[in-house]
């Protein structure tokens, strides 16, 4: 998703700008539920209010709705099709390149925006996930945290 929206919405459409698509990817992750309707509603409140939130949402959940639905009838027969089953297992490496690809853009903006302070605190969180095995969740807490204190004591500058 991260790729297909940051192509589309930053480089294609121009949209949004890169560091707002940042913003974008890690609130939508932060908060509870599925991370491409979080992320539609936010750009779509972005391009056009509630209106383009709204509409945005509702794009974002009919496709796979109406995908999911036909497939459900079918389920049985498609799971024992030896077909379907190797399409399935020849996409897992299609999403770990794609999860792959977006992690690397995401480096990439963290480099390009040179503030120490970020590639700090990547290289921490990164550390303290793979070698500690702190819960992601716990990282996700203390980077809110860490950008409240960061947003209150170096002021409100975008206000």
């Not at 297909?4 to 913003?23: A, G, N, P, T």
């Not at 490496?93 to 120490?116: E, H, Q």
């Amino acid at each position: 998703m991260v790729p297909l929206m940051q192509k589309k919405f930053v480089d294609e459409l121009k949209w949004i700008e890169q560091e707002e698509m940042i913003d974008i990817i890690a609130l939508a992750q932060a908060c509870p539920g599925v991370f491409a309707i979080n992320a539609s509603i936010l750009i779509g409140k972005k391009i056009a209010g509630f209106i383009g939130s709204l509409i945005s949402m509702i794009s974002t959940i009919l496709p796979p709705l109406i995908i999911m639905g036909f497939i459900s009838l079918f389920y049985d027969s498609l799971i024992s099709n030896k077909l379907f089953f190797n399409i399935l297992l020849g996409m897992q490496g299609v999403i770990a390149a794609i999860i792959l690809s977006a992690g690397i853009s995401l480096f990439n903006s963290i480099i390009l925006t040179n503030k120490r302070t970020n590639i700090i605190l990547f290289i921490s969180y990164l550390c303290l996930y793979l070698f500690i095995k702190i819960n992601i969740i716990y990282l996700i807490i203390f980077a809110i945290i860490i950008a409240l204190i960061t947003y209150l004591t170096r002021g409100h500058h975008d206000e």
